[in-house]
C-alpha cells in the first residue's frame, strides 16, 4: 500500500486484511470471509455479511471501509449497459469510468470495462478519453475498486481493461490489482484483455513474465503516416515494430493477440485500408476485432463519422476473403455514453446531469 493510501480494505493485500481484523479483536478467518463476501460475492456492506459477528460489522463499517470511492453518476442504457462514474480523492481528486455490459444472451455474466488512468496521455483525437489529458494514474486498490463494483451489479465473464488509459503506463498497479481479480474473485487469464497501443520495449518486458491476461494492440491504421495522427503518443514508431513485439508476446506467452481498428467513416474504412491491413498482418497469428466508431460529445463539432452498417461489412468481408479472422464489436450502451470518457466529458463541462 503507497504512502498516503486510504486504509480501506481493498487497499490491503490478504495478510494486510487478517492483520487489521486482529487489531479489531477479529481472527484470520473473519478477514477471509471478508475479502471472499467482497470479492467473490460482490458485498460492498459489512452489515450484509451476516457470517461475521454483528459486533465486528459494526467496527469493521466504523474503522476499515471497503471502499474509498464515490458514485457521481450512473446512467442504463435500454440494452442494460451500465455506466458508473466514479471519484477518487487520493493525491489529487479525480472521475473515472467503469461500464458493465450485459450479455446478449439471456442467463450469461457480463463484461466489464475498466479504466487504468484517470484520462488518457495517448490523445487520440477521435477517443473522449484523451480530450481532458491526463489527470494521474490510478492506484491499485482504485482499478480493484471498479472491479467489486462491477460485480455487486451481477457476475462477471470477462473483463476488458479498454476503458480509460493507456494500461502499459501504469502496469505496475495494474498488474497488481488483476493479480486479486484473478486470485480472488475468480477471472482466469483468459477472461480479462488488456487493450493498449503498443509500446513495443514494454511488450517486450512484461511478455516474460507470464502475464495473466490477453493482450489487445489498437493499430487503428495501417498507414504509418495515418497511424501517427490517429494515435499520436506512437508518432515515430513503426507499425512494423509493433507487430514483430506482438508476435514475439504470442511466442512467449502462447496467446494469440487481437488488432483493434476503429472504424471512422470516410477515413480509415475504405476498400484499400482494408487491403493494406490483410497484406501488413498476412501470415501473423492474430484476430482482428472491428470497432465502429461512437459518437463523442465533443465541446465542439467532430470530424469524426460512425461508418455504415455496409461499409463495415465491407471491410470485414475484404479482410476474412484475404484469410484473415475478423470480428465486428458494434458498442453497446450508446444511450448510456458508453465510449471511453464521455460522461467524465459531461461532468467535466458542467452537463452531467441526466437528461
Known amino acids: 500500500m503507497g504512502t498516503g493510501a486510504p486504509l480501506t480494505l ?7 486484511t487478517a492483520a487489521a481484523f486482529e487489531r479489531l479483536g477479529a481472527r484470520p478467518f473473519h478477514a477471509r470471509i471478508a475479502r471472499a463476501q467482497v470479492f467473490e460475492h460482490g458485498l460492498l456492506d459489512y452489515a450484509r455479511m451476516s457470517a461475521l459477528p454483528l459486533s465486528l460489522r459494526e467496527r469493521l463499517t466504523a474503522e476499515l471501509p471497503i471502499l474509498s470511492g464515490t458514485e457521481l453518476d450512473a446512467r442504463e442504457a435500454a440494452d442494460g449497459t451500465r455506466k458508473l462514474l466514479l471519484r477518487f480523492e487520493g493525491t489529487r481528486s479525480v472521475e473515472v469510468e467503469t461500464v458493465h455490459i450485459r450479455s446478449s444472451t439471456p442467463g450469461r455474466a457480463a463484461t466489464l470495462c475498466v479504466s487504468s488512468q484517470a484520462g488518457c496521455p495517448v490523445g487520440c483525437p477521435f477517443c473522449a478519453s484523451g480530450l481532458l489529458g491526463l489527470a494521474r494514474n490510478l492506484e491499485a486498490h482504485e482499478i480493484l475498486e471498479q472491479y467489486v463494483r462491477g460485480r455487486a451489479l451481477g457476475p462477471l465473464a470477462r473483463s476488458v481493461v479498454m476503458g480509460m488509459g493507456e494500461p502499459l503506463l501504469n502496469f505496475e498497479r495494474l498488474a497488481r490489482a488483476l493479480d486479486v481479480v484473478h486470485d480472488e474473485m475468480g477471472l482466469g487469464a483468459r477472461a480479462i484483455t488488456v487493450s493498449t497501443v503498443g509500446f513495443p520495449d514494454r511488450l517486450r518486458r512484461i511478455a516474460p513474465t507470464r502475464p495473466r491476461f490477453q493482450l489487445a494492440i489498437s493499430l487503428h491504421s495501417p498507414d504509418q503516416s495515418q497511424r501517427d495522427e490517429l494515435v499520436p503518443a506512437m508518432r515515430g514508431v513503426p507499425i512494423a515494430e509493433i507487430v514483430a513485439a506482438a508476435d514475439d508476446w504470442f511466442e512467449q506467452t502462447g496467446r494469440e493477440v487481437t488488432y483493434e481498428y476503429a472504424l471512422l467513416g470516410e477515413c480509415n474504412d475504405s476498400p484499400e485500408h482494408a487491403e493494406r491491413l490483410a497484406r501488413l498482418l498476412a501470415r501473423h497469428r492474430a484476430t482482428i476485432n472491428l470497432i465502429p466508431w461512437n459518437p463523442v460529445a465533443a465541446p465542439k463539432a467532430s470530424p469524426w463519422k460512425r461508418p455504415s452498417a ?7 468481408a475484404a479482410l476474412t476473403e484475404r484469410g ?12 448510456a455514453d458508453a465510449a471511453c470518457g464521455q460522461l467524465r466529458l459531461r461532468h467535466a463541462s458542467g452537463s452531467g446531469k441526466p437528461d
Open 10 to 16: 481493498l487497499a490491503l493485500s490478504p495478510a494486510e
Open 310 to 316: 455496409a461499409a463495415v461489412e465491407r471491410f470485414r
Open 324 to 335: 484473415l479472422v475478423a470480428t465486428v464489436r458494434w458498442s453497446k450502451g450508446v444511450q
